[in-house]
């Protein structure tokens, strides 16, 4: 009988030593991701440090960064596209309330000027559509 001999593919995994890093070099890390400077994969390339320790640090030294907590993050040109349409929502809304009020003035004037006339100024002169083969009455009576 032949002895099977089995490979080992992976050699014992090599544990990391335990690492200890400064308060200073982790809020240096947050300062960098909070402004942008790089992203938390980086700081793992660069520190050689799991994304959960990160996360733990900004955490800590983030203040009013809670966990669990969803945050609705824009980017910047979201943002000012959602300022601008907002702003273009009021113009068009100011312009929609002046119109209003010109069509409230003529209304007004209408109004007006059937009182003084003595005949409704909204209602068309010619009560019934012509065919275009008939004569047209004046409707103030003058020929």
């Not at 400077?37 to 799991?50: C, F, G, K, M, N």
């Not at 009020?101 to 009560?127: C, M, N, P, R, W």
Request: aromatic residues 6%; contains cysteine; glycine residues 4%.
């Amino acid at each position: 009988m032949k002895k099977r001999v089995l490979k080992v593919c992976n050699p014992a995994p090599e544990f990391r030593k335990k690492r200890i890093f400064s308060e200073e070099l982790k809020r240096k890390i947050v300062k960098e991701i909070g402004t942008k400077l790089h992203t938390v994969a980086e700081i793992q390339r660069l520190y050689d440090v799991s994304a959960a320790s990160v996360y733990r640090w900004v955490y800590k030294f983030t203040p009013g960064l809670v966990p669990g907590v969803t945050q609705v993050v824009q980017m910047e040109s979201e943002a000012e596209r959602t300022k601008k349409l907002i702003e273009r929502v009021s113009e068009l809304e100011r312009v929609v309330g002046q119109k209003q009020l010109t069509i409230d003035l003529l209304e007004k004037v209408l109004e007006y000027s059937s009182t003084i006339h003595g005949f409704d100024q909204k209602k068309s002169f010619l009560a019934t559509q012509l065919s275009g083969s008939a004569s047209t009455v004046n409707p103030i009576g003058t020929k």
